[in-house]
């Protein structure tokens, strides 16, 4: 029987099937050809997690000797090849017959589950500076989804917003190692890093008269750059931070560069990242 949530996709309608339909859901592509194996292990298995997953995305299958064009356009040279579009882009991608619980794994990193709807409050909540009520909504996600591991990291965020700094390092720390890099991740970590040398100590203002006394007073200039990343004075904290590596590369184990990459951990593909990693390098170089 034919499922509702798998289809064939040609060069005519790649566009509408994939890139505009994945506005509205998951698109995952799988370029395959008759002769390739691998690729006949792996259709089935992706037709029946298309099912299981009961609309949650779509399956859209690419005979690559039939859309030679999609698959130069994509640059596929090896099959079979999985990507996943969403918002009308390629997103994430793997290659070869994965079994099924890594391919679940690939998934679950992208599709929507109930449980989200709750972080997604719980993450509201934590804005408006309402921690308590946030941390009883992820708790609530968390009995409802004990699997998802995008609970566990707004629980983490929440517990480090709270002080609990142990707690949310011990969550971080149980997580497998897949999930310690993503993006989300790395920039938890890097947040927390600031706060601890932010600490309870001096406010801005009086980091601010010591500088004014001392230029060369690389540790407070290091806690205010951590002090401002708190405040989101981003590119403050960048400029500070250059201050001490022209001054002192050697200050504290060369800790203002690898405060600049726990900044970019945080910004991701923020435009601030590119303009500094050039002037961090004219620095070194």
């Known amino acids: 029987m034919t499922s509702p949530f798998s289809l064939d996709v040609s060069e005519a309608d790649f566009q509408t099937m994939v890139v505009e339909a994945s506005h509205h859901q998951p698109v995952l592509v ?167 040398i932010a600490g309870d100590g001096e406010s801005d203002e009086a980091l601010l008269q010591k500088l004014e006394a001392n230029p060369d007073d690389h540790e407070s200039r290091y806690q205010l750059a951590a002090r401002q990343m708190i405040n989101g004075q981003t590119e403050v904290a960048l400029e500070n931070l250059l201050t001490i590596m022209k001054k002192d590369r050697q200050y504290n184990d060369d800790a203002a560069r690898k405060m600049i990459f726990k900044i970019f951990d945080t910004l991701g593909e923020h435009p601030l990242v590119a303009t500094y990693r050039r002037k961090m390098m004219s620095l070194i170089y």
């Not at 859209?60 to 030679?68: D, G, I, L, R, S």
């Not at 142990?166 to 971080?172: F, L, R, Y």
Request: glycine content about 4%.
């Open 30 to 196: 799988d370029f395959w050809a008759e002769w390739c194996q691998p690729c006949q292990i792996l259709k089935p298995i992706l037709e029946k997690l298309a099912d299981e997953y009961g609309g949650k995305f779509l399956l859209a299958k690419v005979n690559t000797e039939e859309a030679q064009q999609i698959a130069m356009q994509f640059g596929i040279r090896s099959i079979p090849a999985i990507k996943l579009f969403k918002n009308g882009e390629a997103v994430d991608e793997f290659m070869g017959a994965l079994p099924e619980p890594e391919i679940t794994a690939f998934l679950d990193k992208h599709i929507e589950r109930e449980s989200d709807n709750l972080i997604h409050q719980a993450e509201n909540l934590l804005a408006e500076g309402n921690a308590e009520a946030a941390l009883e909504m992820v708790k609530q996600a968390n009995q409802m989804d004990p699997e998802n591991y995008r609970v566990l990291v707004s629980y983490a965020r929440i517990c480090a917003t709270m002080g609990n700094i142990d707690e949310a390092k011990t969550v971080i720390n149980a997580l497998p190692a897949e999930q310690q890099e993503s993006p989300e991740v790395t920039a938890l970590i890097a947040q927390m890093e600031f706060d601890e």
